[in-house]
C-alpha cells in the first residue's frame, strides 16, 4: 500500500471565491505608521491578502479571502480593521477535494 501525498495547495486551488465588487468585508483603517500586529498579517495571512505599499501602508486584498479570522484575532480588538461576514452568496466556497 503507497501512501499518496496531498499538497495543501492543492486542496485550497479547489476553492472558489465570489467577489462582492466595491464592497470588501475588510478593510485596514487609516494609519500613520502600521502597527506590528498589522504588519504581522503581511507574514501570517493564509491568503496573503495583506501587504505593505510603497508609501508603507498595509493594504488588504479581500479577494481570495479565506475567512479564516486570522486577521480578526490579530488585529480587531486593536481597531486596526474592520471585519464583517461578505453578503450572503458572496465570499469564499470550500471545496474540499
Same mark, same amino acid.
Given at each position: 500500500m503507497t501512501a499518496s501525498?496531498?499538497?495543501?495547495? $492543492?486542496?485550497?486551488? =479547489?476553492? /472558489?471565491?465570489?467577489? *462582492?465588487?466595491?464592497?470588501?468585508?475588510?478593510?485596514?483603517? =487609516?494609519?500613520? !505608521?502600521? !502597527?506590528?500586529?498589522?504588519? %504581522?498579517?503581511?507574514?501570517?495571512?493564509? %491568503?496573503?491578502?495583506?501587504?505593505?505599499?510603497? $508609501?508603507? =501602508?498595509?493594504?488588504?486584498? %479581500? *479577494?481570495?479571502?479565506?475567512?479564516?479570522?486570522?486577521? /480578526?484575532?490579530?488585529?480587531?480588538? !486593536?481597531?486596526?480593521? *474592520?471585519w464583517s461576514y461578505p453578503?450572503?452568496? &458572496?465570499?469564499?466556497? &470550500?471545496? &474540499?477535494?
Open positions: 501525498v496531498v499538497r495543501i495547495e $492543492d486542496k485550497l486551488y =479547489q476553492n /472558489r471565491y465570489l467577489v *462582492d465588487a466595491g464592497r470588501p468585508h475588510i478593510k485596514v483603517r =487609516q494609519h500613520q !505608521s502600521p !502597527s506590528p500586529n498589522l504588519l %504581522a498579517l503581511t507574514v501570517v495571512c493564509p %491568503a496573503k491578502c495583506y501587504e505593505v505599499n510603497e $508609501d508603507g =501602508q498595509v493594504e488588504v486584498i %479581500a *479577494d481570495g479571502c479565506m475567512e479564516c479570522g486570522t486577521c /480578526r484575532v490579530l488585529c480587531e480588538e !486593536s481597531g486596526d480593521i *474592520d453578503r450572503g452568496g &458572496f465570499g469564499v466556497l &470550500f471545496k &474540499f477535494g
